[in-house]
């Protein structure tokens, strides 16, 4: 590996130290979330209240000197108090467009399965193009874009599960889980302003973070690797257990995704634990278990991508 990427990797290590100040015992989700950072992603956070999911946003977005915009979503945001609204000045006489909270490098959408369907759908165009259109104008979203969405599991009161479109454009979807008991006693002799995302600092510019992107779509996949992926994501569709199985969009998130663990990893190639290490987070959230809706959750989803792992021979 090169002097330049070395230092991109010294930079997304700064990156995960910097998080794990405030999320303690969970350097592999860390690790996932910054990985999905690195692939010009997108990341869903879901999990049980009180575990972190907030924390670990609003920390990957504070590591990194960009802007930052958090949405409460609730029953009655609407798609406006989202994307942003057009208005007539009358000082100018003209109509203009006042940008919504969405306009910005890391936009945390918190608790987005408490808003309408109508509301999250606003999120496709600006999650996929990077962009959004108002009134048939197109407005541009600054460079890097990240949403980090949190999101409390379905059963929970007051909720609208995400449509299969919308969870198909999440890189990784992850769970943080309860801590070990050596951090969680750790977590309460801590004073509470100790493990709060405002006591971080930024340790990347987004120009820097830019750069990383870029180095990891110079990753090395090989021809092996690829069908290796191929095979994986072939597997889901037709398989006995998942009704709806992994799209092509989920099989070029997988790659990249490999690519970024790579980097991360000072390399530039990729290997088959790679692809194992992000198989679950980047597939299990994108297929829909066969009866899904009575009994099933996203844990038999994720045991099901465990299964079709295993069960695809791993190129030598």
């Not at 070395?6 to 860390?30: F, Q, S, T």
């Not at 575990?51 to 504070?62: E, I, N, Q, S, Y």
């Amino acid at each position: 590996m090169d002097m330049e990427a070395k230092e991109v990797c010294e930079k997304i290590n700064a990156v995960r130290k910097n998080i794990e100040k405030v999320i303690l015992g969970k350097a592999g989700i860390i690790e996932l979330a910054v990985a999905t950072l690195l692939t010009k992603g997108h990341l869903l956070i879901e999990d049980v209240p009180g575990v972190g999911k907030t924390t670990l946003a609003h920390a990957l977005a504070r590591s990194i000197d960009a802007t930052f915009r958090r949405i409460q979503f609730t029953s009655d945001l609407m798609p406006s108090d989202v994307i942003g609204v057009t208005i007539y000045n009358e000082a100018s006489r003209e109509f203009e467009f006042r940008h919504g909270p969405i306009f910005a490098n890391v936009v945390l959408a918190d608790e987005i399965n408490r808003a309408t369907p109508k509301t999250q759908s606003a999120l496709l165009e600006a999650m996929n193009e990077r962009q959004v259109s108002v009134e048939n104008i197109t407005y541009e979203l600054p460079r890097p874009f990240i949403l980090l969405a949190t999101q409390n599991p379905h059963e929970y009161t007051g909720t609208f599960p995400l449509p299969e479109s919308q969870l198909d454009r999440f890189t990784m979807s992850i769970k943080i889980g309860y801590p070990a008991k050596e951090f969680e006693r750790e977590i309460i002799r801590s004073y509470p302003q100790e493990l709060t995302a405002h006591s971080l600092s930024p340790v990347v510019t987004s120009a820097e973070v830019l750069a990383m992107q870029e180095a990891v779509e110079g990753v090395r996949v090989d021809e092996d690797l690829l069908n290796y992926i191929v095979k994986i994501a072939g597997s889901t569709r037709g398989h006995k257990s998942i009704k709806l199985g992994v799209s092509p969009r989920g099989t070029m998130a997988l790659a990249r995704a490999a690519q970024a663990i790579a980097l991360a990893g000072g390399r530039d190639y990729c290997i088959p634990d790679d692809i194992k290490k992000v198989a679950v987070a980047v597939l299990a959230h994108r297929i829909i278990p066969a009866g899904y809706g009575a009994d099933e959750t996203s844990e038999d989803a994720s045991r099901i991508i465990e299964e079709v792992v295993k069960g695809v021979n791993v190129p030598i």
